[in-house]
Nanobody
Framework: QVQLVESGGGLVQAGGSLRLSCAASGSIFRISTMGWYRQAPGKQRELVASITSGGVANYADSVKGRFTISSAKNTLYLYMNSLKPEDTAAYHC??????????WGQGTQVTVSS
């Protein structure tokens, strides 16, 4: 089992920045990939960014150059700069284990005002 606790969402004006955190505990040695997904009202959940245990990062085209994903000491971060209203969504932390089990955080709301 892996437990995930997210923090860092909030309300910010367009052009502003936020940092999301996701603290992982439990069977963290089983983690192969960590990532952030987001879901806006009426839309499907989409991958924002992911990072492997080897440090290889992957980003959605819509956030490239604005968001940075990193991990350190069992915590996953998402640094979000130059935020746009279309970034408004519930952001969820995800981890995938080597045996293909997925765990999800409870989600944290990001709202970007224009």
């Amino acid at each position: 089992q892996v437990q995930l606790v997210e923090s860092g969402g909030g309300l910010v004006q367009a052009g502003g920045s936020l940092r999301l955190s996701c603290a992982a505990s439990g069977s963290i040695f089983r983690i192969s990939t960590m990532g952030w997904y987001r879901q806006a009202p009426g839309k499907q959940r989409e991958l924002v960014a992911s990072i492997t245990s080897g440090g290889v990062a992957n980003y959605a085209d819509s956030v490239k150059g604005r968001f940075t994903i990193s991990s350190a000491k069992n915590t996953l971060y998402l640094y979000m700069n130059s935020l746009k209203p279309e970034d408004t969504a519930a952001y969820h932390c995800n981890v995938a284990t080597w045996n293909k089990i997925n765990y999800w955080g409870q989600g944290t709301q990001v709202t970007v005002s224009s």
